[in-house]
């Protein structure tokens, strides 16, 4: 698996279980015990989980006593926006290029019409 930053958070984000696991630290930071309660997986499952998206950099796991509080770290998912948003640009300019040749395409068909 390659290692730039990039690569590692959409691999993070390729599972569903992480994907469900980031949903719900939107909420706040939780531990891993009330990560696990909606999976049907092992707590240390779920502690794998949570490591690929910390190395990914998309949470962050603290220390307060003996509870290791995982949130997520929004600022990381930053890189992703971009670069999606560099390809919304795109497709957005494509279908607008596509709508304007199917109106003179109708408005040709209109104009035949009339004759």
Request: hydrophobic share 40%.
């Amino acid at each position: 698996m390659s290692s730039d930053p990039l690569s590692l958070k959409f691999a993070a984000l390729a599972d569903p279980t992480r994907r469900a696991i980031l949903a719900r630290l939107c909420e706040g930071e939780a531990s891993v015990n009330e990560l696990a309660e909606p999976f049907d997986i092992s707590l240390p499952a779920v502690s794998k989980h949570l490591k690929v998206l910390e190395k990914a950099g998309l949470i962050s796991r603290g220390r307060e006593a003996q509870w290791r509080p995982a949130r997520l770290e929004p600022m990381a998912l930053k890189g992703i926006a971009e670069w999606i948003e560099h390809y919304r640009r795109y497709w957005d300019q494509s279908f607008d290029r596509l709508e304007d040749y199917l109106r003179k395409v109708q408005k040709g068909n209109d104009d035949g019409k009339r004759n």
